[in-house]
T-cell receptor
Framework: QQQVKQSPQSLIVQKGGISIINCAYE??????FPWYQQFPGKGPALLIA?????SEKKEGRFTISFNKSAKQFSLHIMDSQPGDSATYFC???????????????FGKGTKLSVIP | EAGVTQSPTHLIKTRGQQATLRCSPI?????VYWYQQALGLGLQFLLW???????NRGNFPPRFSGRQFPNYSSELNVNALELEDSALYLC????????????FGPGTRLTVT
């Protein structure tokens, strides 16, 4: 039931660089586009989210950009820091036929490593 | 404000046994979700409880079950454990009207031998 495809699977960025993670979706019923951040040994935490009525949202060093026509949304981390090293998940809610309701649909994750 | 708590942190069981995992949501949150995070598979939706009722379940067999108590805490039961049930089980909670803003606990690592 793959409705969300995340890329890349892993990413290595130098400190101070820009990290870009992409999420492609199929279900046009998605209307809320969040990114979650997960550190080793911890549960995921909501990082930033956007609704499709805007094309971009910025919170500090984190920016979501949304391309409705391409059915993609991306997470940009500016001035990447070693403390940003974590796994990132996109998780738009979509109709989940197995559950008969809308549920968050998580991508498989992108492991980001920021090296000093 | 206390976050979502889960117990135990780690659980080791033998194939065929039963496992019980527990979750306490954030105060004021009425919905509890259970997810399975197996290596390389992302998070798979398991169960959703709201106001004491099971609202929906994911594509998992009936031996995965649970319940939500009057204080909104929840437990997940896995019967007849199989080796492939080994995974991190995550619980999340959300406030009324904010179903997609889910707050996760640290998870229970279940190992089936």
């Amino acid at each position: 039931q793959q409705q969300v495809k995340q890329s890349p699977q892993s990413l290595i960025v130098q400190k101070g660089g820009i990290s870009i993670i992409n999420c492609a979706y199929e279900n046009t019923a998605f209307d809320y586009f969040p990114w979650y951040q997960q550190f080793p040994g911890k549960g995921p935490a909501l990082l930033i989210a956007i609704r499709p009525d805007v094309s971009e949202k910025k919170e500090g060093r984190f920016t979501i950009s949304f391309n409705k026509s391409a059915k993609q949304f991306s997470l940009h981390i500016m001035d990447s820091q070693p403390g940003d090293s974590a796994t990132y998940f996109c998780a738009p809610p979509g109709w989940y036929s197995g559950a008969g309701s809308y549920q968050l649909t998580f991508g498989k994750g992108t492991k980001l490593s920021v090296i000093p | 404000e206390a976050g979502v708590t889960q117990s135990p942190t780690h659980l080791i069981k033998t194939r065929g046994q039963q496992a019980t995992l527990r979750c306490s949501p954030i105060s004021g949150h009425t919905s509890v979700y259970w997810y399975q995070q197996a290596l390389g598979l992302g998070l798979q939706f398991l169960l959703w409880y709201d106001e004491g009722e099971e609202r929906n379940r994911g594509n998992f067999p009936p031996r995965f079950s649970g319940r939500q108590f009057p204080n909104y805490s929840s437990e997940l039961n896995v019967n007849a454990l199989e080796l492939e049930d080994s995974a991190l089980y995550l619980c999340a909670s959300s406030a009324p009207g904010h179903l997609y803003e889910q707050y996760f606990g640290p998870g229970t690592r279940l190992t089936v031998t």
